[in-house]
């Protein structure tokens, strides 16, 4: 193969005692992003397969394209609902590349400042380059309204890749995830550009409510603000990605088939989420349907994409059911009880984040405790 031998050809430069060898770290990562690795444990049990981190990765990054294209196309028609003059008569495709044109800015800038900051720190550390991005770069824009200002995306992605991943010694040691903790610096240092009952969405110099925003404010008897099949397909405003269920269920799909994410999981957050909504709708908290909350605003792609982090999330078996379950019950709870966080999943999954560890600690413990039980009674 024409690449692979120009590859072998260069790798003496980048190597030790090469001309570049400072940017060893930098040629590895393009390296092993192209092929898989030729490298295997030497000692110990572990599992040898041609499947790395990085492909893995980019499973979940094909995974997010539906919800991505979506986002995309859906950005141009709720422009074209409010009236944006350029796009009066326009089909489906120029709806499309409106949104293109929007969202592709934010999608460069969350990839160049994340990977440049990664690629600074493992040329410091003499480290390979962490395959995390990969997901996190995509993320990121996916969960920002398309109006975010590009400086303040640039801001969040460099807080979520220093604070969030390096400061705990990169991928697979952080304590949070990369993309909400992005989020969440956007949502609490620029409120006004991330939530409220103003943020732009569609057009330049035209707000609106976003769907949370009017499902807080509805009175019963009142006509839902977005039928059950505009919430389901997601023809309503909302950030990039976190609009169509359809979307994200394709991509649950995609990532449950190939074993990439933990379906207790997902299943559990769903069933959390459904429960406590059943709940404030009985007690009299809420004038909607309970499963209005799975399909509004970002629960699905949370429980999808956020949630399973494996990082993040759960290792237990035990723990993931009660980590999920945890987490979509949180965000609805947070949602009904208070205003000012109308979302309620960014939230929850962080909160969530910070206990699993704690959750997996009680799961073994337990697991040991009647072990030793049971050892007891034999003897």
């Known amino acids: ?65 539906p919800t991505m294209l979506f986002g995309m196309y859906n950005v141009g028609y709720q422009a074209q609902l409010s009236g944006c003059p350029e796009l009066a008569d326009a089909g489906v495709m120029a709806l499309f590349w409106y949104g293109f044109l929007k969202v592709l800015p934010t999608i460069i800038v969350s990839y160049v400042v994340g990977l440049g900051i990664e690629f600074t720190f493992a040329q410091k550390r003499k480290h390979e380059i962490n395959e995390g991005f990969l997901v996190t770069g995509l993320l990121i ?48 240092a620029y409120t006004p550009q991330m939530s409220g009952e103003k943020v732009w969405y569609t057009v330049d110099g035209q707000t609106g409510a976003t769907a949370l925003e009017q499902l807080s404010t509805y009175e019963a008897g009142a006509e839902l603000p977005y039928s059950l099949s505009d919430a389901f397909f997601g023809f309503m405003p909302g950030s990039v990605g976190e609009t169509s269920t359809c979307a994200i269920l394709i991509g649950a799909a995609i990532l449950l088939f190939t074993g990439v994410a933990s379906w207790r999981i997902m299943l559990s957050v769903f069933v959390g989420g459904l429960a406590f909504g059943y709940l404030f709708d009985v007690a009299g908290m809420t004038e909607f349907p309970a499963y209005y909350h799975l399909l509004v605003g970002g629960f699905a792609f949370g429980a999808v994409f956020m949630a399973t982090d494996p990082v993040t999330s759960a290792q237990t078996n035990t723990g993931k059911w009660i980590y999920g379950f945890m987490v979509g019950a949180l965000a609805i709870l947070i949602r009904v009880v208070n205003p000012a966080y109308p979302e309620g999943m960014m939230l929850s999954i962080l909160f969530m984040n910070a206990l699993a560890p704690l959750i997996d600690y009680f799961v073994v413990e337990r697991n040991i405790a009647r072990r030793k039980k049971l050892i007891k009674n034999v003897k």
């Open 1 to 65: 193969m024409g690449l692979r031998k120009f590859v072998d050809k260069i790798k003496p430069t980048f190597s030790e005692g090469g001309k570049l060898s400072f940017l060893h770290s930098t040629f590895e990562g393009f390296e092993t992003f192209l092929f898989v690795p030729n490298t295997t444990t030497a000692k110990g049990a572990h599992i040898r397969d041609c499947n790395d981190i990085k492909r893995v990765m980019i499973v979940v990054v094909l995974a997010l394209i």
């Open 141 to 188: 824009p996916l969960v920002m309204p398309v109006s975010t200002p590009l400086w303040i995306v640039a801001l969040s992605t460099a807080f979520a890749v220093i604070i969030g991943k390096e400061v705990f010694g990169g991928t697979g040691m952080n304590v949070f995830n990369p993309a909400l903790l992005a989020r969440a610096f956007a949502f609490f």
